[in-house]
């Protein structure tokens, strides 16, 4: 159970550096302000990653589990 909370973190991340890269988007085409979205986009990009990472930590620890519980159910 405990890598769900990891997917559900690293989901959070990942919709939450979208929006980031939207609102900088916007702010770049409606308001023009191009200097004010490239700190923006830099954080975006660092929050879409990092969340990309936590779930790929999540896949890992899912089959790691996996893999341990067929292993004992073989007896090795």
Known sequence: M????RELGGWLLVVLGVVMFVW?????????RVI???????AGIFVF????HL???AVAARICSEA???????GE
């Open 55 to 57: 779930l790929k930590v």
């Open 2 to 5: 405990r890598y769900w909370w």
């Open 36 to 42: 004010e979205s490239g700190p923006l986009t830099l």
């Open 49 to 52: 990653r990092g969340g990309i």
């Open 68 to 74: 341990a519980a067929e292993l004992a159910k073989r």
């Open 24 to 32: 900088a988007g916007l702010l770049m085409t409606f308001d023009y």
